[in-house]
């Protein structure tokens, strides 16, 4: 079956930086992307991978193995707007047809 | 301002009475879906359209009937709405479905049903 999994909760400091993890099981694997959502809020797109390797973009990066099955997030000089949570998405390719598998999301607290 | 609009925001209804959430975009996209995101279970899609008149269900269709008669809209229709549908839903969009483009979100829609 599909299944995406992520830490339900993490805690980290201002300033710092901190590393949300995702691994998945799919089958016609065809991307990953990492969404931000605000309490209340859409979700809205940080990143995609579809090739192994690291993709910077700022204070964010996306790592991506998939003879592993995982991904990460990396956030650094984190600041108390990054608490959000952190959605995980594979883009799979089923049956003729490109379906996006969601995690259940990870709510990141930033404390002083 | 490229955007997907969602109405009504906030929706408080009774068992059974019929309602419609209208979902509009302005970018010309092919895609469409509806989500619908529950705590602890993430976004299920409910129904997605990858063009005009051509709409598919998603994981959780039961209860909700979707239509695309124009490329920029794209209701959701709940027939006989349930205290079960009682969540956050969102319309997203993207150019195709078939390339690595990002889904853009409305900005949702809470939906209580008594």
């Known amino acids: 079956g599909q299944n995406i999994d992520q830490p339900t909760e993490m805690t980290a400091t201002e300033g710092a930086i901190v590393q949300i993890n995702c691994t998945y099981q799919?089958?016609?694997?065809?991307?990953l992307f990492w969404y931000q959502q605000h309490a209340g809020e859409a979700p809205t797109f940080l990143s995609y991978n579809v090739l192994d390797g690291l993709e910077e973009k700022g204070r964010f990066s996306s790592f991506l193995s998939r003879s592993k099955g995982y991904s990460y997030l990396l956030l650094k000089e984190l600041q108390m707007k990054d608490s959000a949570s952190y959605l995980c998405a594979v883009r799979a390719n089923m049956d003729s047809n490109y379906q996006l598998i969601w995690g259940a999301g990870t709510k990141l607290i930033i404390k002083p | 301002e490229a955007q997907v609009t969602q109405n009504p925001r906030y929706l408080i209804t009774v068992t059974g009475k019929k309602l419609t959430v209208t979902c509009s975009q302005n970018m010309n996209h092919e895609y469409m879906s509806w989500y619908r995101q529950d705590p602890g279970l993430g976004l299920r899609q409910i129904y997605y359209?990858?063009?005009?008149?051509?709409?598919d269900k998603g994981d959780v269709p039961e209860g909700y009937k979707v239509s695309r008669k124009e490329k920029r809209n794209f209701p959701l229709i709940l027939e006989s709405p349930s205290p079960n549908q009682t969540s956050l839903y969102f319309c997203?969009?993207?150019?195709?479905?078939?390339?690595?483009?990002?889904?853009?979100f409305g900005p949702g829609t809470r939906l209580t049903v008594t």
């Open positions: 997203a969009s993207s150019p195709r479905q078939g390339y690595p483009y990002e889904q853009y």
């Open positions: 799919t089958s016609g694997f065809n991307g």
């Open positions: 359209s990858m063009n005009v008149e051509v709409t």
